[in-house]
């Protein structure tokens, strides 16, 4: 089993920033991909963020695309979302998700959470 652990949710006004981390329990597995969903209120699905792989390889959503950085310390087994120039419409709460291998099984996990709130 996985733990994550999220922090640095808040709220801000627009075209401020925050800064996202997620750590992963430390354990017997390999770390394939790190990446960032959010769900915004009133709409069920979670939408991709940013995803970042074990090699460095980044997908951003085009809607964050010059806005947001991903990073990940694999020595540390942590994954960083810096969110600069933020809009109202980048209010969700924020999802962490790891996609992990261990025994040669590949495995998802998610974070709790973390509320992102932007003003007007």
């Known amino acids: 089993q996985v733990q994550l652990v999220e922090s640095g949710g808040g709220l801000v006004q627009a075209g401020g920033s925050l800064r996202l981390s997620c750590a992963a329990s430390?354990?017997?597995?390999?770390?394939?991909?790190m990446g960032w969903y959010r769900q915004a209120p009133g709409i069920q699905q979670r939408e991709l963020v940013a995803t970042i792989t074990a090699s460095g390889s980044i997908n951003y959503a085009n809607s964050v695309k010059g806005r947001f950085t991903i990073s990940r310390d694999n020595a540390k087994n942590t994954v960083y979302l810096q969110m600069n120039s933020l809009k109202p419409e980048d209010t969700a709460v924020y999802y962490c998700?790891?996609?992990?291998?261990?025994?040669?099984?590949?495995?998802?996990?998610w974070g709790q959470g973390t509320q992102v709130t932007v003003s007007s």
């Open positions: 430390r354990g017997i597995f390999s770390i394939n991909v």
């Open positions: 998700n790891v996609d992990v291998t261990q025994w040669g099984i590949r495995s998802q996990y």
